[in-house]
């Protein structure tokens, strides 16, 4: 079936401007993970859903930073306030579900390239 | 805690092997993985490794690891330009919630 999907593909925003960024992850796949890239920093966990399980948010960088998934489905990623640090490419992954199998394996969307302005 | 290293450039003529490297320090990783970047593209899965295995072959793709010395290569066998990319080890630990920590990333040159 289809892939991980997500939107848009770029956005430009002024500094101070909230932003949100949304990922479709495949069909079925319970788990749900955003990361982040960027060229100070590399690769980068956020956050991540599991079921109707508390997400992990360890990852997040500060609290302009924020996550939903609803429906156990579509996840949208909200930073308020941008900075320019947050420019990077936020990447979605997901997988069938948590628990040391092969169903584990995340599979990536293409990203959102950010930049603030 | 969690670090995961990687060599930045590795250059190779095409047809030749590439061996790209990747070092972590948390030794409660279950499972290490490759993941390959093209330019303006996300990343593509090429392999895995449980970490009770010491190898694991696929095609040209072979996964070497030492647990001991908690090392962990990928080795390109014949290499293509089309395998001209970024390349990312990537750990996820017991308990972890299978989030993954990355590697600093490969970049990858193959030459004509």
């Known amino acids: 079936g289809a892939g991980v999907s997500q939107s848009p593909s770029n956005k430009v925003t002024e500094k101070g401007k909230d932003v949100e960024l949304r990922c479709d992850p495949i069909s079925g796949h319970t788990a749900l993970y955003w990361y982040r890239q960027s060229l100070g920093q590399g690769l980068e966990f956020l956050i991540y859903f599991q079921g109707n399980s508390a997400p992990d948010k360890s990852g997040l960088p500060s609290d302009r930073f924020s996550a939903e998934r609803t429906g156990g489905s579509v996840s949208t990623l909200t930073i308020q306030r941008t900075q320019q640090e947050d420019s990077a490419v936020y990447l979605c992954a997901s997988s069938l579900q948590i628990g040391g199998s092969l169903g584990d394996t995340q599979y990536f969307g293409p990203g959102t390239r950010l930049t603030v302005l | ?112």
């Open chain 2, 1 to 112: 805690g969690e670090d995961v290293e990687q060599s930045l450039f590795l250059s190779v003529r095409e047809g030749d092997s590439s061996v790209i490297n990747c070092t972590y320090t948390d030794s409660s990783s279950t499972y290490l993985y490759w993941y390959k970047q093209e330019p303006g593209a996300g990343l593509q899965l090429l392999t895995y490794i449980f970490s009770n295995m010491d190898m694991k072959q696929d095609q040209r793709l072979t996964v070497l690891l030492n647990k001991k010395d908690k090392h962990l290569s990928l080795r390109i066998a014949d290499t293509q330009t089309g395998d001209s990319a970024i390349y990312f080890c990537a750990e996820s630990l017991t308990g972890g919630g299978n989030k993954l920590t990355f590697g600093t990333g490969t970049q990858l040159k193959v030459e004509l």
